[in-house]
């Protein structure tokens, strides 16, 4: 890393309205994220983790706060510039899959790169679905891959345009345990690879550990951003 910040989140909240009165549902969350790490966030179910996540891929949009990620100030940003910035700096990986059922693995795949009017999209996808062991299965649609093969498909795609911020929600929930190590190592493999940051949402402490630092957050608050555990290590 050279000292700049793939994501920095600034007093960042989020308050949306329900039958009964105003949710908070992030707190004033401050989190900076180095390029190039590997950060884990964990805590209970509906301690805004998958909320954070959305908010610095600018899904979701902050109550107050700023959201800098790639250099770019996303509170700032229209709809179609934030689409423009997950096309060219943001992959994301979901528990579901999100693949498109009616297209094959390597139309799924090249969907970012004809965003991105890449001449060369089709090629790239069918090379980077290889990269993932399913080369062999270009022309299949998601309903006629397994589980694991689908969230295969979902990591080529989130990798497909070369981003420099992977985001990953729960991305084994759905898996057993065999393949879900397989899907983790194989996101691991292309972080490293890609040079990318990893920003990964999780329930499970032993993939947490694998991560440079572990972020925990309690009820819409950070309340350990795990540098001090990792400063008295060293």
Do not use: W
């Amino acid at each position: 890393m050279n000292g700049r910040n793939s994501i920095v989140l600034e007093k960042v909240h989020l308050e949306l309205e329900s039958a009964a009165g105003p949710v908070n549902i992030l707190r004033g969350i401050d989190l900076s994220v180095g390029l190039g790490e590997a950060v884990s966030v964990v805590g209970p179910s509906g301690s805004g983790k998958s909320t954070m996540m959305m908010i610095c891929g600018g899904l979701e949009r902050p109550t107050s706060g700023r959201v800098e990620v790639a250099g770019k100030d996303l509170t700032r940003q229209s709809e179609d510039q934030l689409a423009l910035i997950r096309r060219d700096h943001i992959g994301i990986v979901f528990q579901n899959f999100h693949l498109v059922p009616t297209m094959t693995a390597l139309e799924n795949v090249a969907i970012p790169l004809e965003f991105a009017r890449r001449d060369d999209a089709f090629d790239r996808a069918a090379e980077g679905l290889k990269a993932v062991g399913l080369g062999h299965r270009l022309t299949h649609y998601p309903g006629q891959l397994s589980g694991g093969e689908q969230q295969r498909t979902a990591l080529a795609r989130a990798f497909a345009a070369e981003p420099d911020l992977v985001l990953a929600d729960e991305p084994t929930g759905n898996l057993d345990g065999d393949t879900g190590r397989q899907i983790i190592d194989l996101m691991f493999d292309l972080t490293r690879d890609k040079r990318a940051t990893l920003l990964l949402i999780t329930h499970d402490p032993a993939l947490a550990e694998r991560c440079d630092r572990v972020v925990r957050l309690v009820d819409g608050r950070i309340v350990d951003d795990g540098r001090s555990d990792r400063s008295a290590a060293e």
